[in-house]
């Protein structure tokens, strides 16, 4: 097999940077009509003919022989039993890996509060778990156990009563290693259906699949779509695009360590993309030989090629303080400061999903068993969005108790607001409770 890279190079002092660098930017998660339509109709059988539904669409789409939709069904002896076929090793990176997800995601639980005013008026935030939260699992070769955990334990960590996943299993084939995950994450029942179909059915609610309040998780253009379609009947975590990983890098961390880093996104699938940011163009150089020298080694070659050349760049900056000019106007969903004080740094560091500090940390900490979440917004979305959380499993509900005092001094001002909105059954709700004053 032979490959070899033509990964785009920038210079930010160029007239038309701004340009390319949009155009390099660009992607657009948009679905053609003829998936438009199918995922509507997909939405439209499975609310009106429920399991049948699932079970066709399964048959169709996986060629699984299902008779029934128990035959779709995974009870919690199946997972218990998933974590006796995966090895010992693969078995305690999981529960390590789990471990530090949920300590991470415990900081991130809030609670309700009150305080009360010098009349007796009480005000506060109630907040309140989620009753139940749906898990895509994407299903087959491209299984991912760590977005298992990822989605998983900030739901049980907030409280949620009920995590319901969803995974596909095309030909039968079931990923042991995803099933083990969810074992350990708690989840407590599990659907072998993927798709339209399955989003549908979390968010609308079958003869069997419960409905959902809330769906998460990875999936394809139709998931994607399906995602769209439902919000609104239900929630979502957001639609993600391609993959992205910016480095930051002052140019004396090892290339190679470098090249390694882009290609650990890149090699996602063909979208995906890998950006440099350097003030110093020699190293740069020293990036590209290495990205030519490792990528015949690399198993996913093909894809990582067609990313690199494809959406990849090597950007020449400045300075410092202008590769993080750029590294906000990108708003990346990785970023990696690999300079020598990345403390120094990160306040000027506005957008990005996740920041990797330091030459040692490489974003595949990230991705498994560091802490934090790896569902991160992408598409330069970490602009006004924040990565999977507690906070995304809870819902905060606002408490006001008025005093009888409260009432009728907070009535004179509502009164006032009210009449000069002309809502007068606002304004009179409110002066019926003013002391002394009855209203008509």
């Not at 930017?25 to 439209?44: C, F, M, P, T, Y």
């Not at 974590?83 to 890996?97: M, N």
């Amino acid at each position: 097999m032979t490959v070899s890279t033509a990964i785009a190079r920038l210079n930010a002092a160029d007239q038309d940077f701004a340009r390319h660098l949009d155009h390099l930017l660009s992607w657009e998660s948009v679905s053609d009509d003829a998936v438009n339509q199918r995922v509507l109709d997909i939405i439209k059988a499975v609310r009106e003919r429920g399991d049948a539904a699932l079970v066709e669409f399964t048959q169709r789409f996986d060629g699984v022989d299902a008779k029934g939709i128990n035959d779709l069904i995974l009870d919690r002896a199946r997972l218990e039993l998933a974590l006796t076929r995966i090895t010992p090793v693969q078995r305690e990176a999981l529960e390590k890996a789990a471990n530090r997800v949920r300590i991470y995601h415990e900081r991130q639980k809030q609670d309700s509060w009150q305080y009360t005013e010098a009349d007796g008026t009480v005000l506060g935030q109630k907040v309140t778990p989620l009753d139940r939260a749906g898990l895509y699992v994407p299903g087959g070769k491209a299984s991912y156990p760590s977005s298992v955990l990822m989605n998983a334990i900030p739901a049980k960590v907030a409280g949620v009563t009920e995590v319901v996943m969803v995974v596909p299993t095309p030909r039968g084939e079931v990923n042991e290693l995803v099933l083990a995950a969810a074992c350990i994450a708690g989840v407590d029942r599990v659907f072998t259906i993927g798709g339209a179909q399955a989003v549908a059915a979390l968010a609308y609610g079958t003869e069997s699949v419960p409905q959902v309040d809330k769906i998460v998780g990875p999936g394809n253009i139709y998931v994607a779509t399906a995602k769209r379609h439902v919000f609104g009947q239900v929630g979502i975590d957001m639609i993600a695009g391609p993959s992205e990983i910016l480095v930051v890098c002052d140019g004396q961390t090892d290339p190679d360590w470098i090249a390694m880093d882009l290609f650990s996104q890149a090699e996602h699938d063909e979208d995906a993309q890998a950006i440099l940011v350097s003030p110093d163009a020699e190293f740069l150089d020293r990036v590209a030989a290495s990205i030519d020298k490792l990528l015949p080694t690399m198993e996913r070659a093909e894809i990582i090629e067609k990313s690199i050349n494809g959406r990849g760049a090597l950007i020449q900056v400045r300075d410092m303080q202008q590769a993080i000019e750029v590294a906000n106007r990108i708003a990346p969903e990785h970023l990696e400061l690999s300079v020598a004080d990345p403390q120094a740094w990160l306040p000027q560091i506005r957008h990005a999903g996740a920041i990797f500090m330091g030459r040692h940390t490489s974003e595949a900490l990230g991705d498994y068993c560091a802490g934090p979440n790896h569902v991160l917004p992408t598409s330069g979305t970490a602009r006004f969005s924040s990565p999977l959380g507690v906070y995304d499993f809870q819902k905060r509900s606002s408490i006001i108790f008025c005093s009888e005092q409260g009432a009728s001094e907070l009535g004179h001002t509502a009164s006032v607001l009210a009449r000069g909105e002309s809502l007068t059954a606002h304004a009179r709700s409110a002066e019926y409770r003013i002391l002394n004053e009855k209203g008509n």
